[in-house]
Nanobody, 125 residues
């Protein structure tokens, strides 16, 4: 069992930055993939970024060059550094854990088993 808890959301102006954190507990080990997703009311949850056990990353086209996913294995913490934020980035952001490799999990929501409660990011113009 893996527990995830996000933090770091907030309200910012366009062009500013935020860093989200996701603290993981429950000893995730072995083959897994971690990722960030986001969702706005009335829309499907969409993948933002994933990172493998070995640190290989993948990003949605909409955030490439602006967002960076990383992890600190010693702290069991996942991060999402978000720069040059846009109003379209406004959403609830979720941390997720998959027992699959990222190449299998990709951004498919149903392939991620564990989810955090979400943290709200609001970007105003």
């Amino acid at each position: 069992q893996v527990q995830l808890r996000e933090s770091g959301g907030g309200s910012v102006q366009a062009g500013e930055s935020l860093r989200l954190s996701c603290a993981a507990s429950g000893n995730p080990s072995g083959r897994y993939c971690m990722g960030w997703f986001r969702q706005t009311p009335g829309k499907e949850r969409e993948g933002v970024a994933t990172i493998t056990v070995y640190g290989t990353t993948n990003y949605a086209d909409s955030v490439k060059g602006r967002f960076t996913i990383s992890k600190d294995n010693a702290k069991d913490t996942l991060y999402l550094q978000m720069n040059s934020l846009k109003p379209d980035d406004t959403a609830m952001y979720y941390c997720a854990h998959s027992i699959n490799y990222c190449i299998t999990a990709r951004f498919i929501v149903t392939r991620f088993t564990y989810w955090g409660q979400g943290t709200q990011v609001t970007v105003s113009s």
